[in-house]
């Protein structure tokens, strides 16, 4: 039961992109970040820094419990506070005056533990930081960088004050309560900002690859359609004018309107000539333009492509078929795939010629190829060949196709 709750955890990462994996990974970050710096910062000082009385004791008590609230407040805040970062909702921002209550209230406990010498020094500078960053993680997402550094300056300036009230004699430690102050502040406006800057950056880079599919497919439909428009735009206009000057030819009874209407004839086969070799190159791909293709097309994604072709004397449709399975098995590692490198490789061999196509990014590949493997299948049952695909290792997906080679020689 646990292996099958695993293997289903693995999938789930695995259908993720690349973009949707990064995210995941900083929101993870980013969740366990406050309780890190809480059992860090302030559970542990404070196990061996409060006092044993009865007082710092329960005030070191109510502050642990605090923070607490505080981590689970920064959690819950961390993912609408990221969507508001990119945009993908119209809505404000979420409220934090729950999340500014606990601040005050996790700093009135701190200066009430300095004022009563009921902890150490160092002890109350660290729960500063820890009581602080949690604060400014979903907060530094939700305000402008400068907005964000004003106010956090006004907040420092606040507890270094009240840190001077509560310990006027203490000038070291108003000091490294400012410091700290400060340093938490930054901390979570660091990690905050960066981390979302990237996911911006990334998802915009998705967007832009989405598009740029879009786009190859728009280019080639048009120069499909600029090709028929050039096949059959000059000979419509003939069989056009050619059948009018027919009808007028028969109204007057001249013997001309037969020969018209053959050469109209003549002129309507010679166009469907025409378009059915429009269709037949538009289908027919070239394989070593599709082999180039694709280490170009790959590479220019950032996905390292080794491909190995040996020279061999195909028939055309065994050439058309094969490049529809390298470009099907490119789109797949482009769009879906998270791969850093692919492998494609043709061998001719005494019984078959075998393609193989194999790349590091399993998962979406697999699972997005499944209607446009059908459909290669199809173009392979022309020339008996046969296609498997799956996962052959930690990571890595190949596809393979067989031709038969008494077929090629045929």
Not at 61 to 83: F, G, H, I, K, W
Not at 222 to 237: A, K, M, T
Not at 287 to 292: N, Q
Not at 363 to 377: D, F, I, M, Y
Request: proline content about 4%.
């Amino acid at each position: 039961m646990l292996s099958r709750i695993r293997g289903l955890r693995e999938r789930h990462w695995r259908a993720r992109s690349k973009a949707e994996r990064v995210e995941l990974t900083t929101l993870g970050m980013w969740h366990m970040t406050p309780w890190l710096l809480s059992v860090s910062w302030l559970l542990m000082p404070l196990i061996g820094g409060v006092r044993h009385r009865p007082v710092p004791l329960v005030l070191g008590a109510s502050l642990v419990v605090v923070a607490v609230l505080q981590c689970a407040e920064a959690n819950r805040l961390t993912r609408p506070a990221l969507d508001r970062y990119l945009g993908r909702t119209g809505q404000p921002g979420p409220v934090l005056w729950g999340s500014w209550a606990l601040l005050g209230v996790a700093l009135a406990l701190i200066v009430a533990l300095a004022a009563l010498d009921g902890a150490e020094e160092v002890t109350a500078r660290l729960a500063l930081g820890a009581v602080l960053t949690p604060f400014g993680l979903p907060y530094a997402l939700l305000v402008p960088v400068r907005s964000y550094l004003r106010r956090v300056m006004v907040l420092a300036v606040v507890v270094v004050a009240a840190t001077a009230l509560a310990q006027p004699d203490g000038g070291g430690g108003i000091l490294g309560a400012g410091l700290v102050a400060a340093f938490g502040l930054l901390l979570a406006l660091g990690a905050g900002r960066s981390g979302a800057w990237t996911l911006s950056v990334l998802w915009e880079a998705e967007r832009g690859r989405e598009v740029e599919a879009r786009l190859a497919v728009a280019e080639e439909r048009l120069r499909f359609g600029r090709d028929l428009h050039d096949v059959l735009g000059r000979n419509l206009s003939v069989i056009s004018l050619k059948s009018e000057l027919a009808v007028q030819l028969a109204r007057r009874g001249r013997p001309e309107a037969v020969e018209q209407m053959i050469e109209v004839q003549r002129i309507a086969q010679e166009s469907q000539r025409e378009v059915r070799e429009v269709v037949r190159g538009y289908r027919e791909a070239d394989l070593t333009a599709e082999l180039a293709g694709a280490k170009g097309v790959l590479g220019a994604a950032g996905i390292v492509c080794e491909v190995t072709a040996e020279d061999a004397a195909l028939p055309v449709a065994v050439q058309s078929a094969l490049a529809w399975v390298v470009r099907e098995a490119a789109t797949n590692v482009l769009r879906h795939g998270d791969a850093g490198h692919c492998a494609v490789e043709l061998v001719t061999r005494k019984e078959h010629v075998v393609l193989t196509v194999e790349n590091d990014g399993a998962g979406e590949p697999a699972k997005a190829g499944g209607s446009g493997l059908v459909g290669l299948r199809e173009r392979l049952a022309a020339v008996e060949g046969t296609l498997t695909a799956g996962l052959v290792g930690e990571g890595r997906f190949r596809l393979e196709v067989r031709v038969p080679m008494p077929r090629v020689s045929a």
